[in-house]
């Protein structure tokens, strides 16, 4: 059924119109969460995956519940969780692994690629549009927010609001 769904999702689904044009959007986003409900290897329930998210085969991806994956999302290279409550902005990517480049005798492309990395993304966490996430970041805290344009290289901690490239903490949320 994985395969199946694979071919469903990169030959239709992915292309189909945002979830929230009408009409079309609401089926957009059925077919797209019928599909990623069997190639993801856990998957909570409202699940939102917008148009043109790129997911490999699917099979390294564990979601919790009201996760929101953005409009042209990447997931390459890496091993992913996501807890409960995600919210996701527009062209994010998530970058594993990553290239050999250690032999000066040999080209940088004919090394081959490092190991995927993991990456666990805590509850309640919003991700601004076209943040980078890279290998070295293992884990964003619960509660974290990262900012639009971040390039994220270490771990996010918990209730903080990190920008910039490289991403470094601006502050972290309190109560009012």
Request: charged share 25%; aromatic share 8%; hydrophobic share 40%.
């Amino acid at each position: 059924m994985r395969k199946i769904s694979l071919f469903i999702y990169y030959v239709f689904a992915r292309h189909m119109s945002k979830s929230t044009m009408p009409v079309f959007g609401k089926l957009a986003l059925r077919m797209r969460r019928f599909c990623c409900k069997r190639m993801f290897s856990a998957c909570g329930y409202d699940l939102n995956v917008e148009q043109g998210a790129y997911l490999g085969n699917g099979k390294d991806i564990r979601v919790g519940n009201h996760v929101g994956l953005g409009k042209d999302l990447t997931v390459h290279n890496c091993i992913l969780t996501i807890d409960d409550d995600l919210m996701m902005g527009e062209e994010v990517m998530i970058i594993g692994g990553g290239h050999r480049f250690d032999e000066l005798d040999k080209p940088m492309g004919r090394q081959g690629a490092k190991e995927k990395t993991e990456l666990h993304i805590a509850g309640d966490v919003w991700i601004g549009a076209r943040a980078m996430i890279l290998p070295g970041c293992k884990r964003i805290g619960h509660g974290a927010i990262v900012g639009a344009g971040a390039v994220v290289t270490k771990d996010v901690p918990d209730y903080a609001i990190v920008g910039g490239n490289p991403a470094k903490v601006i502050r972290y949320r309190t109560e009012n």
